[in-house]
């Protein structure tokens, strides 16, 4: 069929129990086929044959190979030597087919194969109960023509598709939905004459109690009524800041009770120091720079300056001036 793998020349029936057979084929070189025929597609069929493939696999694991060739001797009536000499190739070795043949046995590795007319669930749960035992198994179809005498066998190969076995899933738990989102509105205030919720609200817009400070036994005046600071910039004036604009809320469209009052302005402290009207002194002009006539002083500008007066030659600054030569020192 095209694997590559050497032909098989020898074939004999190891077991058949009804309609299902076990083979057992040799090829040239030693290699042991196990080939299950059913006769029929059947349950019953199946099973039979897949139990026996299995048996067997165990039997021929580690069998003497003068056993084995027993077997087919009784069968053929011709020793495997004689037999595989007048149907193997030229070039054919007995020695190789006899170690292949014990290597085959010792190794217990036997490929099976199925001779099917047909595939269908029985067939692939067959398959897949000896491919679980760790076994190599092929399908192959066969189609038999019979006529005058003549019957005519022609191998296609089957595709089995095996089902994937389904996952047993848990039931699907309903989910909650979030609910929808919604804007917080801020609630208007009432009026005055909406009962205890407008005294609620009054009671809400009253300042918050003072804190007690962790350092001082007296509480922390309250936040509107703090003194502005005043900030000295040295240059006898003092800057204060207005703690609070002074202008007046407006009245809500909605309510019914007058504005809040305004806030109490606190007046700024006295100022520590004088504030001096006079204005500051006018800067003193830069005094002029005379300016340049062309001309160098020194001997650059071709004037010489004034001869030392010439010592009396008794003396010690007149022998100096009469040994140098000159007034010029």
């Not at 085959?104 to 109960?129: K, T």
């Not at 703090?226 to 040295?234: I, K, L, N, R």
Request: charged share 25%.
């Amino acid at each position: 069929m095209g694997g590559g793998d050497a032909p098989c020349q020898a074939a004999v029936v190891l077991s058949e129990r009804g309609d299902a057979r076990v083979v057992a084929a040799v090829d040239e070189f030693g290699g042991i086929t196990l080939v299950g025929c059913p006769g029929k597609l059947t349950r019953d069929a199946l099973t039979t044959v897949a139990q026996e493939l299995i048996v067997f696999s165990g039997r021929l694991w580690r069998m003497p190979s003068e056993e084995f060739s027993s077997v087919f001797e009784k069968r053929l009536g011709h020793s495997l030597g004689d037999y595989f000499s007048n149907r193997a190739a030229i070039g054919w070795s007995e020695n190789g087919f006899r170690s292949g043949l014990g290597r085959n046995l010792e190794r217990g590795r036997f490929p099976i194969v199925l001779l099917l007319g047909d595939s269908n669930q029985e067939v692939i749960e067959a398959v897949s109960h000896l491919k679980s035992h760790n076994m190599e198994v092929k399908s192959l179809g066969v189609e038999l023509y019979e006529s005058s005498g003549v019957e005519i066998v022609m191998p296609r190969a089957l595709e089995l598709v095996e089902p994937v076995p389904r996952e047993e899933r848990e039931p699907a738990k309903p989910v909650s939905r979030p609910t929808q989102y919604q804007p917080w509105t801020p609630t208007r205030p009432l009026p005055a004459t909406a009962g205890p919720a407008a005294t609620e609200s009054a009671q809400r817009s009253e300042p918050a109690p003072a804190k007690k400070m962790p350092w001082s036994d007296e509480p922390a005046p309250p936040a509107a009524e703090t003194e502005p600071t005043a900030f000295d910039h040295g240059d006898n004036t003092s800057l204060s800041v207005s703690p609070a604009s002074t202008e007046t809320a407006p009245d809500l469209p909605w309510s019914d009770e007058p504005p809040p009052p305004e806030s109490v302005v606190v007046p700024p402290p006295a100022q520590t120091k004088p504030v001096s009207a006079a204005p500051p002194p006018a800067p003193r002009p830069a005094a002029a720079k005379p300016s340049w006539d062309g001309t160098m002083p020194g001997v650059m500008a071709g004037k010489r300056p004034p001869r030392r007066a010439q010592e009396a030659p008794g003396t010690i600054k007149g022998q100096e001036q009469a040994k140098d030569g000159g007034h010029w020192r």
